[in-house]
């Protein structure tokens, strides 16, 4: 344990004198305090963008130097790619047309897991019989062959926006339920006996301990979800091949006529689909949790 600085001490005037330096300092101190939090911003921004640059520079290398010219064409370099897909005004709005559908799909399939899922979490969190009862078909879920089922379900409801809907809904439910019981039931015991000291009912127990408590455990969930989320959207456009064409229609079509360049364009769409999901799911953990769990983590 370090002892406290005694009023008067030594210890105790340097730490005053280190706590009225910036104060003393004025805009020095603040140009300090900017300065740390660019060197933060560049730790963050430059690993991932070296091995960007790295993933880009094995790109080229394949496609202009290993591939035959012959075969160049089922990697075209990326110039390729952004000069066909995206300069092009036509390629251009077929594909964002298809981004826009995928993602209304993802999002909505996104909103309905997160409530279904955490209801059902929550019921099976307050009372054994639930969880017993639930739990299993929660993991038959999981383990349902989505792929296998797709053409069922266009065959059963049709191929429109619900059953696109649907698929996103039976591959991101299962990690929403999964994480928000994980914290509901972790909490710490001793916590639940200050709660029972007080007289607390299951329904302030709930919202004011177990809930709170729980948010990094569900928002680990939801981070899980939300790149399922975009797979399943894509998944139920690929399979589908009828109604209005998303992101996954216009993939299956670009390879079929070997398009090769607006097929890569449409995946990379798609992963900046799921990067941004991924991304406004993470920057709602900040603002819902705060800085304190990832705080916690050790230095590495």
């Known amino acids: 344990m370090s002892a406290m600085p005694v009023q008067g001490s030594p210890g105790a005037d340097a730490a005053a004198e280190a706590e009225a330096a910036p104060t003393a300092m004025g805009g020095a101190g603040?140009?300090?305090?900017?300065?740390?939090?660019?060197?933060?911003?560049?730790?963050?921004?430059?690993?991932?963008?070296?091995?960007?640059?790295?993933?880009?520079?094995?790109?080229?290398?394949v496609s202009q130097v290993i591939l035959a010219e012959d075969k160049q064409f089922l990697l075209p370099a990326p110039w390729a790619v952004v000069d066909v897909a995206f300069l092009d005004a036509h390629n251009r709005a077929e594909l964002f047309t298809g981004l826009w559908l995928t993602a209304k799909a993802a999002m909505v399939g996104l909103a309905l897991s997160i409530v279904i899922g955490m209801s059902t979490a929550i019921a099976m969190s307050q009372a054994k019989w639930v969880e017993?009862?639930?739990?299993?078909?929660?993991?038959?879920?999981?383990?349902?062959?989505?792929?296998?089922?797709?053409?069922?379900?266009?065959?059963?409801?049709?191929?429109?926006?619900?059953?696109r809907v649907l698929v996103v809904v039976l591959i991101a439910l299962f990690p929403v339920i999964t994480n928000t019981l994980f914290g509901?039931?972790?909490?710490d015991q001793g916590h639940?006996?200050?709660?029972?000291?007080?007289?607390?009912?299951?329904?302030?127990?709930?919202?004011?301990?177990?809930?709170?408590?729980?948010?990094?455990?569900?928002?680990?969930?939801?981070?899980?979800?939300?790149?399922?989320?975009?797979?399943?959207?894509?998944?139920?456009?690929?399979?589908?091949?009828?109604?209005?064409?998303?992101?996954?229609?216009l993939m299956n079509t670009y390879a079929s006529e070997l398009e090769s360049e607006r097929l890569y364009a449409a995946v990379i769409l798609s992963s900046l689909l799921g990067i941004v999901v991924f991304l406004a799911v993470?920057?709602?953990?900040?603002?819902?949790?705060?800085?304190?769990?990832t705080a916690t983590r050790a230095p590495r």
């Open 184 to 187: 509901l039931l972790s909490v």
């Open 282 to 293: 993470t920057w709602l953990e900040r603002r819902v949790v705060g800085r304190w769990h």
């Open 132 to 163: 017993r009862s639930l739990y299993p078909y929660a993991v038959v879920l999981q383990t349902i062959p989505v792929l296998a089922i797709v053409p069922l379900i266009g065959f059963t409801l049709g191929y429109d926006f619900s059953s």
């Open 30 to 61: 603040g140009r300090l305090a900017l300065r740390e939090r660019g060197t933060s911003m560049l730790a963050v921004v430059i690993p991932p963008l070296l091995v960007f640059l790295v993933v880009l520079g094995a790109w080229i290398l």
């Open 192 to 249: 639940h006996d200050l709660f029972s000291l007080h007289k607390g009912g299951r329904i302030t127990r709930l919202v004011k301990l177990q809930l709170p408590a729980a948010m990094p455990a569900i928002f680990t969930g939801l981070r899980i979800a939300a790149g399922a989320s975009v797979i399943g959207a894509v998944v139920g456009d690929f399979f589908f091949q009828q109604g209005t064409p998303g992101i996954g229609v």
